[in-house]
């Protein structure tokens, strides 16, 4: 069969909704694999495919001897039948080849698996290693690292993780069939090329760029005599079906007309290839797709896998809804929502009803007696312009002796939601706010989020505070942690902020600010912004100092249409001096407070740690900068910092080659975790942040993590028993957040992409300047740096005469000859190595929201001539002499 009934694609975990959750096969009346399928030559053997699960006594019993082993299975979006699971080791990953071996498991589910005979084996060359296949990393860098929430029209993109770079569309039949729905602002999906793909077969010549694979050196397909093994294995066992079992795609009738089947079933086509075909009972399918299907074939429907039997190359499913046009905003929203198992949904009347319902509600009076009273201090709020939902607030009053008295005052939303009620539930389940490009799924009810807990101006509000005595230096003197009231005086944007720290001496005109409340001058909220931004400023140079790192990655923030909600434009989102104001005290109460609940309770806070980056990964980016020239240290996050911030001038050249590398570097996710169980306190360790403990403490209204920590705090205060949690309890909360916040995140990418596409379609095509990130044999991987997305181009997308990959010491590279526009020129070359500087053009495709990247003519600028080739040669080795002219 000449494609095989496996696609691939995008879209990672989520947690499963409504699905079942038996391991094994189950019946639901006659399947599509319980009929002889005799006139399918393809598929006519009714003997099993798939091996039957072993049983959960005995895949107890392998875990402990370690005859098996567990780990999340990723499934390699650019090459669908390879996946990996991590090594326990942090040795290279385990490879599982083919979907049999991948035993009906999903990208993200955690399984079991059995290592094969040494002899079966997969074969990896040290040249092409797999560095492409196992970047199916669903990574992230942890938000302590990128600036921090952003506005709603902004988007935390594009890092975040090799996995998912892209979408390559691919179906086994006719056409593109899909929604390039991109993701990671490193987004997106790859255009399809009509024209022939690489000789290694479709599969590649259509592959979208993994992040590994643009550390990536090439793909040189030259046997090589060295040669290792890695580890190759089959699932097992499901332990826990984590991916959500819906999918997003299109309905196509069967293809054999005269097959029983073809009167019961449509087939389903996945948008995401990684999921199955799924065969659809014809009865849940509009009246009338039978005769007439072609009226469906733009029709985005979201199907549900119910079953996927031994004997069945296709699983079962059930058809949820049609959700409308491909292509368009909301219908493509609400796909991928549901995909990554995000609960949109309504919040019940059982969950409003635990919220206070006489309104407007007002501070019972005996709050007041429990808590300290800051309402007539000055404190205010510093948010993106388009926030709703003020979690924190910040104080500075100045002392008789020089220094000053900083608060944290944060959103107290453990007081409105009572531990074990339905809300409990639901914010417990929901985890964690999901921002989208044009909206909130909010994790509370919005009763809560934006008013009885957001921190409004010039209302009285319930907080939790941290207040500390600290020097002009940062120093800290004293720490007090307590519940308080305040009144917020101002809501300031970090727009407002900004302009008070560039202009410390002159009054700012009351109209450019928000309303202030009168019992306090704009003056005095000025001194205070300026009194923070001075301590903010020596609090995080002792940071860095004291080696912590910070990756800044390109993130894309939308401006809408009011009218029509689509997306006019797109800039690349500035992190300032406010922000970094705001985040400084955010990470100072964040680690207070998970000192404070490490000492009261060592064996069930929640913590968050950041792990060293594997070896491995590590080994490639010293070797691929030892290739390229660079002196970038690895040995320490401070020392990776360094080199980021003092190798790179500040030209454009060279902020462009840090931006490539950033986006290598930033690989692995923060986690929570609870304290009780690691054994090690040296694995507490936030890796880039270089601190022994920390936990997030400042975002209650948006992450369910916080909210533990506000009852871990408050206990530790004695204003509430022990947290009744077993250390077991907690750690299972704690993956679930972090399933769900990786899951937020994949939704955040795939809405920044899905505008971007937009933007492409309505506005394209749009030319920008792009750095090379890594060359193979038939394309290279650019960084376009207006936008901060990653495209492949693709050599026989142009109009060249020839091309020719070669490898020049280590370092690959790849010479375009272009057919010149007139008989009379001689054709330009054009020499392609990594950190080269090209112009890119972004257009749109025919199908509903793909675009592609297609380099510019050199000599279509007249000066692009013979000098940009010379230029080419001096960048190739990433020491460019001058690149004015670039």
């Known amino acids: 069969m000449s494609h095989p009934d496996y696609r691939m694609n995008l879209r990672p975990l989520g947690t499963p909704r409504g699905v079942s959750t038996v391991a094994g096969p189950h019946d639901i009346g006659a399947s599509p694999g319980d009929k002889k399928s005799k006139n399918k030559s393809t598929r006519g053997k009714k003997k099993s495919i798939f091996e039957t699960y072993m049983f959960k006594e005995d895949v107890s019993e392998g875990l402990k001897r370690g005859t098996l082993i567990q780990g999340v299975l990723r499934i390699n979006p650019k090459k669908f039948h390879e996946a990996f699971i991590p090594s326990p080791d942090g040795d290279r990953d385990i490879f599982i080849d083919g979907v049999v071996a991948r035993n009906r498991a999903l990208n993200g589910d955690l399984v079991v698996v059995k290592l094969l005979p040494e002899e079966q084996w997969k074969v990896v060359k040290p040249e092409n290693n797999d560095k492409e296949t196992e970047a199916a990393y669903e990574s992230d860098i942890p938000e302590e690292l990128c600036g921090r929430h952003l506005p709603q029209q902004s988007l935390k993109s594009y890092n975040d993780s090799p996995d998912v770079i892209i979408e390559a569309q691919f179906d086994g039949s006719d056409s593109e069939d899909g929604h390039g729905i991109t993701q990671n602002v490193l987004v997106d999906d790859v255009k399809k090329l009509s024209v022939c793909v690489s000789e290694k077969g479709r599969e590649d010549g259509d592959a979208p760029v993994t992040k590994d694979e643009t550390t990536c050196i090439s793909q040189d397909t030259r046997a090589l005599p060295e040669k290792s093994l890695q580890r190759s294995a089959k699932v097992v066992y499901i332990l826990e079906k984590k991916h959500s079992r819906a999918a997003t795609g299109f309905l196509k009738l069967l293809a054999d007309k005269n097959s029983e089947l073809f009167r019961k079933y449509a087939l389903f086509s996945p948008s995401d290839h990684r999921v199955p075909r799924i065969y659809v009972p014809l009865k849940d399918c509009p009246q009338d797709f039978v005769a007439r299907p072609k009226d469906y074939a733009n029709t985005l429907f979201i199907c549900r896998i119910v079953d996927w039997k031994e004997d069945c190359n296709f699983a079962l499913g059930q058809l949820a809804k049609s959700l409308g046009q491909a292509g368009e905003i909301e219908p493509e ?57 003020l979690d924190d607030a910040l104080s500075c009053k100045p002392l008789a002796d020089g220094n000053f008295e900083v608060g944290v005052h944060i959103a107290d939303v453990s007081y409105f939601v009572p531990e074990g009620s339905d809300l409990d539930k639901v914010a417990a389940e929901r985890a964690t706010s999901v921002y989208l490009v044009q909206k909130v799924v909010p994790m509370l009810p919005r009763l809560l989020c934006e008013e009885l807990c957001s921190l409004n101006p010039m209302s009285d509000k319930l907080t939790f505070s941290v207040i500390w005595t600290l020097t002009p230096e940062g120093k800290i003197l004293d720490e007090w942690f307590g519940r308080t009231i305040i009144c917020s005086c101002t809501k300031l944007s970090y727009e407002h902020a900004q302009s008070m720290i560039e202009s410390p001496t002159e009054k700012i005109p009351a109209k450019e600010l928000p309303p202030i409340s009168p019992e306090h001058s704009s003056e005095e909220v000025h001194q205070a912004v300026l009194n923070l931004h001075q301590i903010a400023k020596q609090l995080r140079q002792q940071r860095f100092a004291d080696g912590a790192l910070r990756l800044d990655q390109l993130k894309l923030a939308f401006t809408l249409d009011h009218e029509t909600g689509l997306p006019q434009g797109c800039h690349i989102y500035e992190y300032r001096d406010s922000n970094k104001l705001v985040e400084e005290f955010m990470l100072l109460a964040n680690m207070a407070v998970a000192h404070k609940i490490h000492r009261a309770f060592p064996e069930q806070a929640l913590l968050r740690r950041h792990p060293p980056p594997q070896t491995r990964m590590l080994n490639d980016l010293v070797e691929f900068c030892d290739q390229m020239g660079l002196p970038v240290d690895f040995s320490s996050a401070g020392a990776l910092n360094k080199s980021l911030t003092q190798t790179f001038g500040d030209d454009k050249y060279s902020l462009a080659r840090k931006e490539v590398l950033t986006n290598m570097c930033s690989g692995h996710m923060a986690l929570y975790f609870c304290s009780g169980l690691l054994q090690d306190p040296a694995q507490f360790r936030h890796y880039a942040l270089n601190v022994p403990l920390y936990t997030h403490f400042t975002s209650p209204i948006r992450r369910f993590a916080d909210v533990l920590v506000h009852r871990l705090l408050a206990a530790a205060l004695g204003y509430r028993k022990q947290l009744d949690m077993a250390p077991d309890t907690l750690q299972k909360q704690a993956d679930h957040c972090n399933d769900r916040r990786m899951a937020s995140k994949r939704v955040q990418e795939l809405s920044t992409g899905l505008f971007f596409a937009v933007l492409v379609k309505e506005s394209g095509p749009l030319e920008s300047e792009a750095m090379v990130m890594g060359v193979l044999n038939q394309a290279f991987d650019v ?55 090209v112009e890119v053009v972004l257009q749109a495709e025919s199908t509903a929201l793909k675009y592609s990247a297609i380099l510019k003519r050199p000599d279509t600028h007249g000066h692009l001539g013979p000098e940009k080739e010379e230029e080419e040669e001096e960048e190739s080795d990433g020491e460019p002499e001058d690149s004015s002219t670039s």
């Not at 009273?373 to 000055?378: A, E, G, H």
């Not at 693709?794 to 109009?799: D, G, K, T």
Request: aromatic share 10%.
């Open 333 to 389: 929203t609400e796909g991928i929502l549901t995909e990554y198992g995000v609960d949109f949904s309504d919040f019940s009347s059982e969950v409003l009803e635990c919220l206070p319902q006489g309104l407007p509600w007002t501070i019972p009076p005996e709050e007041f007696s429990k808590r300290r009273d800051l309402r007539k201090d000055c404190i205010f709020t510093i948010d993106p312009s388009t926030a709703r939902d």
């Open 783 to 837: 960084l376009v740096l207006r936008y901060g997305v990653q495209k492949r181009i693709y050599c026989n997308a142009l109009a060249l005469r020839s091309h020719h990959f070669q490898k020049v010491g280590k370092k690959p590279e790849l010479t375009l000859v272009w057919e010149p526009e007139d008989m009379e020129q001689e054709p330009a070359q054009q020499v392609i190595t990594i950190f080269s500087l």
